[in-house]
């Protein structure tokens, strides 16, 4: 089965700077898109990036400017750069995938589990 890891999440201080990773592994044919969406407590969880396999990105308002997507198609990999971080960008980061498995046909969504960012004032 397709299986999505996040890494990277951790504590960090208003301003700093944190690179979440997420991995996809299992009986991958392609990846048309990957995401990167968070929860805060108490909130809905919203999109924060997103990247095509051809290279187009989307981003969040909140987070303009700030963070980067990128993806490396070889590894089957996302990432996210989150620069001059806020107290407000507290959330269980998780990411998503829509892909087409092997030998199966139509597209199947992932998320991974999810990895904690906190960020302190």
């Known amino acids: 089965q397709v299986q999505l890891v996040e890494s990277g999440g951790g504590l960090v201080q208003a301003g700093g700077s944190l690179r979440l990773s997420c991995a996809a592994s299992g009986r991958i044919l392609r990846i048309n898109a990957m995401d990167w969406h968070r929860q805060a407590p108490g909130k809905q969880r919203e999109l924060v990036a997103t990247?095509?396999?051809?290279?187009?990105?989307r981003y969040a308002d909140s987070v303009k400017g700030r963070f980067t997507i990128s993806r490396d198609n070889a590894k089957n990999t996302v990432y996210l750069q989150m620069n001059s971080l806020k107290p407000e960008d507290t959330a269980v980061y998780y990411c998503?995938?829509?892909?087409?498995?092997?030998?199966?046909?139509?597209?199947?969504?992932?998320w991974g589990q999810g990895t904690q960012v906190t960020v302190s004032s």
């Open positions: 998503y995938a829509d892909l087409y498995r092997v030998g199966v046909p139509g597209s199947y969504a992932y």
């Open positions: 990247m095509t396999s051809g290279g187009t990105t």
